[in-house]
């Protein structure tokens, strides 16, 4: 069935530092990708997004590219910041006529001063 | 845009016991979804609605657990005779059906289930 992986965590980084968080997916069609985060005490909540092959999602310094050919949607991030602590989570939408979405397991990421 | 609200963010249960959880969508939200999420894992889908029909029940959702939306708004989550694996963060997300495709869902704060 459709399925999504991404990185283990948790991941810590120190303030400026590159981030990539990798995602590779399985899925029957064509769906469209997304990132989701947890911010601590807060909801989920849509980071970015991408509807087909070799879009690019960003948001907030983050990007990811939608990879058909190698079924990846890694998120980047040039320079992180203290408040991009959170859960991330790469999903996708599988083709039907509504928008259920198939989650990842989820990459705690840490940013320390 | 109120967001997505849950009632109760805590719920803590004898196994055996029956719950109920209730969630208001955002308001102009047709569409309305039902995941659960237990610890280091992503949400799983357990059911959607658009208005007040159930079109999709996943095969997580055994015959203990039952879900309504009577009138197309709130939505009731309804667990019969707890069991302790049904400890989990329970979360609803709303969407629009309306205008774009692929419309993001936005998702309430949880409730916290634990059965004891």
């Known amino acids: 069935g459709d399925s999504v992986t991404q990185m283990e965590g948790p991941v810590t980084l120190s303030e400026e530092a590159f981030l990539t968080i990798n995602c590779t997916y399985t899925?029957?069609?064509?769906?469209?990708l997304f990132w989701y985060v947890q911010y601590p005490g807060e909801g989920l909540q849509l980071l970015l997004k991408?509807?087909?092959?070799?879009d690019k999602g960003s948001n907030k310094g983050f990007e990811a590219t939608y990879r058909k050919e190698t079924t990846s949607f890694h998120l980047e991030k040039g320079s992180v910041q203290v408040s991009d602590s959170a859960v991330y989570f790469c999903?996708?939408?599988?083709?039907?006529?509504?928008?259920?979405?198939?989650f990842g397991p989820g990459t705690s990421l840490s940013v320390i001063p | 845009d109120t967001g997505v609200s849950q009632d109760p963010r805590h719920k803590i249960t004898k196994r055996g016991q029956n719950v109920t959880f209730r969630c208001d969508p955002i308001s102009e939200h047709n569409r309305l979804y039902w995941y659960r999420q237990t610890l280091g894992q992503g949400p799983e889908f357990l059911t959607y609605f658009q208005n007040e029909a159930q079109l999709e029940k996943s095969r997580l959702l055994s015959d203990r657990f039952s879900a309504e939306r009577p009138k197309g708004s709130f939505s009731t989550l309804e667990i019969q005779r707890t069991e302790q694996g049904d400890s989990a963060m329970y979360l609803c997300?709303?969407?629009?059906?309306?205008?774009?495709?692929?419309?993001?869902?936005?998702f309430g704060n949880g409730t916290r289930l634990t059965v004891t």
């Open positions: 997300a709303s969407s629009s059906s309306f205008g774009q495709t692929n419309s993001p869902l936005h």
């Open positions: 899925a029957t069609g064509y769906p469209s």
């Open positions: 999903a996708l939408s599988v083709e039907t006529s509504y928008d259920k979405v198939i």
């Open positions: 991408a509807t087909k092959a070799d």
